[in-house]
């Protein structure tokens, strides 16, 4: 039997990081229970792992991960020396956006058939992001759409919609797969739409939308990653508006795993991006957004400004044309709440959640269920069960008609919850 060769380069980055064998292996535990493992490595495993051991996928990338943060710049489970050789390396990140994306969309159809372990969320790797796309340059809006560009818009709004209505788990990897095929045809000798504007927004709002059914379906990690493809993509083609929805998009994931610093980052960047062309409701969502990551990070005098100013805008008009340019009062005042309740404002975040569900579209059954799951959960915390049980009747009855990760816990947190008032009473 071969003798296992000692992982120096692992030993190198734990010395870096000044840890012992005990606090990496506490910190890859920690981490694994944020992305709904649970791990039990003690120093002995880590001591293993330096012998030469290899734990089994997807630890490497949680040991990696941790030392990223750690250390503050990108480490890989390559640069740990714990990645197997049948693990894939990431495509050269001066390919064309469109070949990643395909490539991702490649990788993840394998992993879903082969039932291999999701892609983890890294916050070195979204910051390594942002710093790759350091001056940008964007162009004015053309409004002319080529039938490509419609097919692809149509098919994005459709999606998107679905998501909004019903959730991500029913749709699978229907949307992944269809983008493993038409991304490569566009980079087929003499396409003349590779790099047409219209034709890369249009494809970074695909990815865009496959993300936020990932974030759904409870893989932040693949999430991540399809948000950062929307963001070249987008950067590519010049779309200030698009980057800076996608920002916010990835600033909400990061705060539903607790990374607040990061969320008001990527909303500050947004902000700033595009605020020399802010359409009213991009500008009310964009500081909805920064409203939660300042309230998140306990400053809030700033959230409640940046509240206020995002229910100032949100009243003039305007006219939204797709899914992707429109913000809608139902959701403003979701964030409300969410800021409200971030800040301790107990009364106020149950009439904003109330608020919205005053204008929330009947057939949106993924809010509802969520939103009556919030109202019902908050009103049994304050011991008020009759007023509690008709928005838990109206979040069950709205999850029936769900398939989506965060509804599914708001209802089973709220079935819990009733359980145990019964217990009480």
């Known amino acids: 039997m071969p003798k296992k060769t000692p992982n120096t380069r692992l030993a190198a980055l734990q010395r870096e990081a000044r840890w012992t064998n005990g606090d990496l292996a506490r910190e890859v535990n920690r981490l694994g229970t944020l992305h709904g493992l649970r791990l039990a490595y003690d120093r002995t495993a880590v001591a293993h792992w330096l012998s030469g051991s290899r734990p089994r996928p997807p630890v490497p990338a949680l040991v990696a991960e941790v030392l990223s943060r750690r250390l503050g710049r990108l480490v890989t489970p390559e640069w740990a020396g714990l990645a197997s050789q049948q693990q894939r390396t990431p495509p050269s990140s001066t390919a064309h956006p469109l070949l990643t994306l395909a490539e991702l969309a490649v990788i993840e159809a394998e992993s879903r058939r082969q039932s291999l372990p999701a892609r983890l969320f890294s916050v070195q790797e979204i910051e390594a992001e942002l710093g790759a796309a350091a001056g940008l340059t964007w162009r004015d809006p053309d409004s002319r759409r080529s039938s490509r560009a419609q097919r692809l818009e149509h098919l994005s709004s459709f999606f998107f919609e679905h998501v909004q209505r019903y959730g991500g788990l029913t749709l699978g990897s229907a949307l992944s797969r269809y983008i493993a095929d038409e991304a490569p045809r566009l980079l087929a000798a003499g396409s003349p739409e590779t790099d047409r504007p219209e034709v890369l927004t249009a494809l970074a709002r695909l990815s865009y939308v496959q993300a936020a059914i990932a974030a759904d379906s409870g893989s932040p990690g ?38 607040s ?165």
Do not use: C
């Open 261 to 425: 610093a990061l969320s008001l980052k990527l909303t500050g960047d947004a902000i700033e991006i595009a605020e020399a062309n802010m359409a009213p409701a991009l500008r009310s969502f964009l500081y909805s957004g920064l409203a939660l990551a300042l309230a998140r990070t306990g400053d809030r005098p700033a959230a409640l400004r940046a509240l206020a100013t995002a229910t100032r805008i949100r009243h003039e008009d305007h006219q939204a044309s797709s899914p992707f340019d429109t913000y809608t009062q139902a959701s403003l005042q979701y964030q409300r709440a969410l800021v409200l309740k971030a800040l301790g404002a107990g009364p106020d975040h149950l009439e904003a959640l109330v608020e919205s569900l005053q204008t929330r579209p009947v057939d949106h059954h993924k809010a509802l269920a969520i939103t009556h799951s919030q109202i019902a959960l908050t009103l049994l915390y304050a011991g008020q069960w009759d007023q509690a049980l008709p928005h838990a009747q109206k979040a069950f009855a709205s999850a029936r008609a769900v398939s989506s990760t965060p509804a599914r816990r708001n209802v089973a947190e709220l079935r819990r919850s009733m359980a145990a008032f019964r217990r009480r009473i």
């Open 222 to 259: 693949l999430a991540q990653g399809y948000y950062q493809h929307a963001l070249r993509l987008a950067q590519r083609a010049g779309s200030r508006h698009d980057y800076a929805i996608t920002l916010r998009a990835l600033a909400t994931l990061a705060d539903s795993l607790g990374e």
